[in-house]
Nanobody, 115 residues
Framework: QVQLRESGGGLVQAGGSLRLSCKAT????????ANWYRQAPGKQRELVAS???????TYVDSVKGRFTISRDNTYSTVYLQMSKLKPEDTGVYYC?????????WGQGTQVTVSS
């Protein structure tokens, strides 16, 4: 069983940047897709960015060109670099992955973008 822990959230002004980190207790991201999700108040959780073990990345349209997902060489940490932040990017950001049919989630980190 793997545990995930996000960090790096905070309060930032519109146009600013943040880098989120997701640390896993093993090198799961070397073999399974890493995902970043966010949940805004009153809304459903949405998939924001994904990175396959081979390096293929995908993004929801609203963050393309502003967010970048990456992984470190230990395969245990993924990042979400967020730039040109907008108030609509506000929410709790979660990383997630799955292995052998089991989904794993972190506890989330709050990102608040002020206008």
């Amino acid at each position: 069983q793997v545990q995930l822990r996000e960090s790096g959230g905070g309060l930032v002004q519109a146009g600013g940047s943040l880098r989120l980190s997701c640390k896993a207790t093993d090198g799961i991201f070397g073999f399974h897709t890493a995902n970043w999700y966010r949940q805004a108040p009153g809304k459903q959780r949405e998939l924001v960015a994904s990175r396959t073990p081979g390096g293929t990345t995908t993004y929801v349209d609203s963050v393309k060109g502003r967010f970048t997902i990456s992984r470190d060489n230990t395969y245990s940490t993924v990042y979400l670099q967020m730039s040109k932040l907008k108030p609509e990017d506000t929410g709790v950001y979660y990383c997630g992955t799955s292995r052998l049919g089991i989904d794993y989630w972190g506890q989330g980190t709050q990102v608040t973008v002020s206008s």
